[in-house]
């Protein structure tokens, strides 16, 4: 009973840990000669880490060129847009915050992992259409109005420690995964973590996603809730966390940021869901207002090329999203989020308050009520 | 040679008559097409100078009447029509030669010694009998060097004799051929020109015997022979 | 050559074409014109059933929940507009009272709005830089306290129904740009093959003789049999003429040549004749025949230059008096002995529209055929001009044989010659003179005199 009542507590400790999400100092790589007229402003959300490999191609295509990368989180991405912007255009529902968008230059190039958000600024005609043989190479699901596009793949996954878990019990799909978490001899009693959908851009569209797709998607975050899942509002953190061995599965956690980690030897494992895999894009639009457009088509043409494709793979472990080069990306279970109007739906305000509002009572109720 | 002329056009006709009487011989004309069809039925000529375009019947039909009847007298015709088609047609219908208006006489005199030799079978107008050379184109004869006087009537009678050359020829025939219908003729013309011809053919190879009741024969020592020495 | 009017000249495909693509182009207008309203409607009609699905869609969600409005979105509301692939999409919910419960809370207010109307209205307007389309639906229920109204609208820019009503525009003005093609090309064809029958008398008429003239054999489609015959009866007509001009060649080359070759003949008998009385005589034949000669010339010469003046019509105001005299003084020889021709004219002037030229050579011809062929023995021959009502007639009396009645008519006709007359002329005269007559709208009479001979009576129209 008391180790429960302990173990209970630490969740909820792990829960209260979780603080709202604040506007990060973005980290900021600067590649190139300093001298150089032209200059690249990126601000993505993807860590730096992972695109250093990219950014570094590009530049050896392109050595007169200065790219300065920036990194920031999906939303300050879009609330920054929003207040940048001094022509007239539609208010946004979603209220922007942050200030210190001022202080920064206008990006040539916004590249998020927040489909939807990024899909919200098209519509709501805030970025500039571009049309290449590259970007008419990519499939129909991967672009919208010529105004964003989808650079590269991410597949959602299960990720376990191998410590924990053996490799022939980890759960192959989600009705696996929800019989194990409805397993009466609870094998994964406080172990199981996934995204804070409340806080996280890319866990709110993952759920949101799932909930169309999966009709046992309700039952699941219950038996997570169940089970006192621990939330966490970003990959690493709960990465982290899996790889010390405090959580034994994560649910829906970008395969890169995994493979990342097994490359640098971590005791991961990956299972990508036969029922289905979802497969979220980071995507790139250029701003309206972007200084230098001309300069954010070339990066988004390396980017969708051949070698682009191949230097993202290799690089970022991204999946290729021209299947027209490699048509057997896409095959089997992955289902690849698709970009457009349908979006949209999701970021409204009510819908959005009806979905958290039964996503934390299937998840922070039950989680509250654990330890028993 | 007895000639019919049948010609409208009265100056050529009289210059067409006056012409071949001078050479010698007997020309009787005709001005009417259908007078002088009727004229060849009962009177035989020698020549018959045809001209096409004739009052009543003309010249082609005459022509055929003649040949219809099997009547083989030689016809020159004349004509002002220039087609070819007229003389091909006048030849096919029986003419034996063809003149178009207007011609040089001596072509008219001779065509019409050529159509007049024809019976004869001479090819040319020049007849040997040994040294004696009878000239047809000239109308004259030569013995040896010596040119024989004969006048127009004399040269035709021995023409007309040539032409019977070995046999009988009748004194009506002979009279039928040297005058024409206008020409008077004494009784004894013909005698008095056989007596004056055989009188200078005296020494030649040609002579003259008489067959009494029957007429003349011209009898040749030696054969003719026709064509330049 | 007389101008024809430019329009007279057009080509018969020209003439089928140039209206049928004027039909067409002014049909492909129309049709443009209307088919763009078509399209347009067209267009917006379907679009506009998926705004209105998407407004019904989103109103069916709304839930009125302790007096505020609550809205699940359905995911459909906005994925049935997505078959608009690259259209923005706008939505707003406000309440009756104009606050907004969930949307773009700028969006362009609606026309009024009736409460009873069940499908969502619609309208166009500007926003976000761009014409949108909005659906907007008035949803009232009953509440605990009132009725509460909410009002829903979907808007979506224009991109994709543009291009559907652009695509309906240029379809249809492309079938009917192919039709007009395909039609003129079948004009085009049709005009050619049907032209054929044409091509194949044009090409049989090349291809003929000069002198052939006989009927065309072509077969032709019933609209040019007309046009044939009339150039069968025209080339039939010129053939006589042919047949004519050639008779009378002949028949002049006939004439001319025997008096020639009595001429020579004569002159060659002269030239061989001894005989001084003979040669006279040959002489006196060749001046009889130069004579001959001197007038089938004259005749012929006349004959041609009347042909010629006739085609040229140069009528001017004459005198018939002064022009009959002339005529005298031309054809009565002068010298001795000479025929007796008497003149009766008590007129001073006879004025009258003419070809001086032509009525001098009619006359002359009249007079000499009196002389001629109706003076046999020297016996005068009378020519009197006098009025005759409004005309002036012109008498010549002769003593000679007269015409048989027989003759009357056909005495006018070239070449025959009167009985009795051998090889005298060619017999010209008279046709000519016909012609002259005729041509100054005259008339002209023979008739056979009761005291013996020939009498010629001509009228003219006086001026």
Known sequence: MKTHLIMASIALAALCAVAPAHALDGETLDIGPAEATDVLTIDASTNTQVFLGILRDFQALYPGMRVVYTELPTQTLYDDALTRRAVPGPASPMAPESASAAARSRPDLIISSSMDLQTKLVNDGYAQPHVSPETTALPEWARWRNEVFSIGGEAMTFVYNTHAMAARDAPRSRQQLLAMLRDPAQPLQGKIGTYDVAHSGIGYMAATQDARRDSMAGALWAAMGNRAAVVDAYSDGLLDRIERGELTLGYNVLESYAQRRIAAGAPLGIVRPDDYTLVVSRVALIPRDARRPELARRFLDYVLSARGQETMQRESRMLTVRTDLDAKAFTGAMRPVALGTGLLVYLDDLKRQNFLQAWRGAIGQRAASAGH | ?229 | MREFPTLARWSIRRRLLVPLCALFIAAMLVLYVAARGYGRQAADTSYDHLLQASVLSMTDSLQLVQGTWHMDMPYAALEVLSLAANDRVFYRVTDGAGRVVTGYPDLPAPPRLTADDPQPALFDAAYSGELVRFAVLRHEIAGPEANAVAIVQVGQTRLARDALATDIVWRATLIIGILTLAVLALVWVGVHRSLRPVARVERELLTRQASALSPIESPVPRELVQLVAALNGFMARLAGNLDTLRVFIADAAHQLRTPLAALRAQVQVALDEDDPAEQRRSLIAVDRNAARLTRLVNQLLSDASVNHRSSLQRFERLDAVALVRDALQDVVPQADPHPDVIWHCALAHAPLQGDALMLREAVKNLIDNALKHGSPDRTPVVVTLERDDESWRLTIDDQGPGIPPAQAQTIFDRFVRGAGTRAGGAGLGLSIVRRVVEGHRGTIVLSNRVEGGLRVSVRLPAA
């Open chain 2, 1 to 229: 040679m007895r000639i019919l002329v049948i010609e409208d056009d009265d100056d050529l006709a009289d210059a067409l008559v006056r012409r071949l009487r001078r050479v010698g011989h007997a020309v009787d004309w005709q001005s009417d097409g259908l007078i002088a069809s009727g004229v060849l039925e009962y009177e035989h000529f020698d020549l018959v100078v045809l001209d096409v375009g004739l009052p009543r019947l003309s010249g082609l039909d005459i022509l055929m009447r003649l040949r219809e009847r099997g009547d083989k007298t030689p016809v020159l015709m004349l004509t002002a029509r220039a087609d070819i088609e007229d003389r091909v047609n006048a030849l096919d219908v029986g003419a034996d030669d063809y003149l178009g208006k207007p011609f040089d006489f001596r072509e008219l005199e001779a065509r019409c010694r050529a159509l007049l030799r024809r019976p004869t079978g001479h090819v040319s107008e020049i007849t040997r009998f040994g040294g004696l050379t009878i000239d047809g184109a000239a109308r004259q004869v030569t013995f040896g060097e010596v040119r024989l006087d004969l006048p127009k009537r004399e040269y035709s009678l021995l023409e007309i004799l040539l032409r019977g050359l070995g046999r009988v020829v009748s004194k009506e025939e002979i009279s039928h051929k040297l005058f024409a219908f206008d020409d008077e003729a004494g009784p004894n013309a013909i005698e008095v020109y056989i007596a004056r011809l055989r009188k200078k053919l005296d020494g030649t190879p040609l002579r003259i015997e008489t067959s009494r009741g029957a007429g003349y024969i011209l009898h040749a020592d030696r054969p003719p022979a026709s064509g330049d020495a």
